[in-house]
């Protein structure tokens, strides 16, 4: 298949075209940084400069192309976080998602590409009330923080678009990222203490290592039908359970404990929300009908192993 992916350079991009190239599939990638077309074609793809909210540039560069299938990994989430402006952290993220999905699909139109792949995210997006964990049938939060509105909409604009377009439309719900390019910040707060136990923290977490994020696309490239699947590890839990265990296994001191009402003096409604109601995942349905496990099926080994590249097998060079 030819696959065009649309923000290849990104923490799971980066992670998705080696195995695509692995797999025999022809790849044309997306940067909107001229100085990383290299990287790009160091992992076996062919680069593209493109500004993914730039619709013409966006139908020319698929036009010339010719995919058979587009994958939509833009985002831009790269800088400094801020839970408490959550709509303006993610006001760059939720443009990509709304406008860059529409450019994306009327140029898959235009083309007559027949399958897109789009990232969406499950966790923060999940009714807090019910059962700890969410299938793709359960609803989303109906009353988020007023700092996410924004940002609940465009996900929320994006899997509409996305599988109700004319063609294979299928948008992957990943959990809390993890692994190389995805962590380092959390475990620094963690190490320094700053990232807390708010209130009894007993919001639940769904992770999925970039790896395993990266299968899940191939597969729904290869085998998924037109819908939304999540894409998370097989372990869904409290933040009490999984952030003191991360503090242990990156050799920190165990995270401190917080009462609600200052978490959210200091860091906001959307941090306490997360910590104390947040709602997990279930990946029964990827597993089920993409044919695919997370190998890191619990964020437990993931953390204590897979948070970093893999190291060299003996014989093999490390570096250049
Ligand atoms: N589910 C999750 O937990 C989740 C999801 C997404 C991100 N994150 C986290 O957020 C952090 C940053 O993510 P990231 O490393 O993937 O970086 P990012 O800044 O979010 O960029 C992602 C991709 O989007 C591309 N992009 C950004 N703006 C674009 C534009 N206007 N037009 C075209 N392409 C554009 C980037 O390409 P260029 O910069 O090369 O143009 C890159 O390939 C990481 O820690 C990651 O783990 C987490």
């Given at each position: ?244 265990y991360l503090a242990q296994v990156v050799g920190a ?47 437990r080994?993931?953390f204590r192993d897979?948070l ?13």
């Amino acid at each position: 298949m030819r696959v065009f992916v649309a923000g290849a350079t990104g923490a799971i991009g980066r992670r998705l075209v080696p195995p695509l190239v692995e797999r025999g599939h022809d790849v044309v990638a997306t940067t909107s940084r001229p100085e990383k077309v290299d990287a790009l074609r160091a992992l076996g793809a062919r680069p593209v400069v493109l500004d993914g909210l730039d619709g013409v540039a966006v139908g020319e560069a698929v036009a010339r192309a010719e995919p058979d299938a587009i994958v939509h990994q833009m985002t831009a989430l790269a800088g400094k976080p801020d839970l408490r402006r959550f709509d303006r952290w993610f006001a760059d993220t939720n443009e990509l998602r709304t406008k860059g999905t529409e450019h994306l699909l009327a140029a898959a139109r235009a083309a007559g590409v027949g399958r897109l792949v789009a990232q969406s995210y499950t966790g923060w997006t999940n009714a807090r009330s019910g059962g700890p964990v969410k299938t793709e049938a359960d609803a989303f939060d109906a009353r988020p923080a007023r700092a996410q509105r924004e940002s609940l909409a465009a996900i929320h604009f994006l899997e509409d678009a996305v599988t109700g377009a004319p063609l294979e439309g299928i948008a992957l719900r990943f959990g809390n990222f993890y692994g190389p390019g995805a962590s380092e910040s959390l475990v620094e707060l963690v190490r320094k203490r700053q990232f807390p136990v708010i209130g009894d923290g007993g919001g639940v977490w769904s992770w999925i290592h970039l790896d395993d994020a990266a299968a899940a696309t191939v597969a729904a490239l290869e085998r998924g039908r037109s819908g939304v699947y999540n894409v998370v590890d097989d372990e869904p839990a409290p933040v009490t359970e999984w952030l003191p265990y991360l503090a242990q296994v990156v050799g920190a001191k165990p995270p401190r404990r917080v009462p609600a009402w200052l978490g959210r003096l200091a860091a906001g409604e959307v941090a306490v929300q997360w910590m104390t109601e947040g709602r997990g995942a279930s990946n029964e349905k990827a597993k089920r009908e993409l044919d695919w496990q997370p190998a890191w099926s619990s964020w437990r080994g993931g953390f204590r192993d897979g948070l970093g590249e893999p190291a060299p097998r003996r014989g093999e060079r490390a570096g250049p």
